[in-house]
Nanobody, 117 residues
Framework: QVQLVESGGGLVQAGGSLRLSCAAS????????MGWYRQAPGKQRELVAF???????NYADSVKERFTISRDNAKNTVYLQMNSLKPEDTAVYYC???????????WGQGTQVSVSS
């Protein structure tokens, strides 16, 4: 059974930082592209960042230079370091896992990130 469990969300003031973690089980983690998506109230889910199985990161333009995605294959965990947070970053953040060049196959339950102005 595949499980993706996010943690690290919370409430932070604008300009602050948070680090999200996603622990995976039931998958051959090192083979999967891992991603972070977010969904704000009334909006569609959008890609934030993903990291390929060989460690190459990609970012949405809205988070470049502020967010950093990384992975630790020994711990089956992917991270999202979020700096210089803005109120518009407020959303539920979801971890995803998918095979290379394919849409996400698995999703976590989400973790709330709220940024106050």
């Amino acid at each position: 059974q595949v499980q993706l469990v996010e943690s690290g969300g919370g409430l932070v003031q604008a300009g602050g930082s948070l680090r999200l973690s996603c622990a995976a089980s039931g998958v051959m983690f090192s083979r999967y592209t891992m991603g972070w998506y977010r969904q704000a109230p009334g909006k569609q889910r959008e890609l934030v960042a993903f990291i390929t199985s060989d460690g190459r990161p990609n970012y949405a333009d809205s988070v470049k230079e502020r967010f950093t995605i990384s992975r630790d294959n020994a711990k089956n965990t992917v991270y999202l370091q979020m700096n210089s947070l803005k109120p518009e970053d407020t959303a539920v953040y979801y971890c995803s896992a998918g095979l290379p060049d394919a849409p996400p196959r698995y999703w976590g339950q989400g973790t709330q990130v709220s940024v106050s102005s």
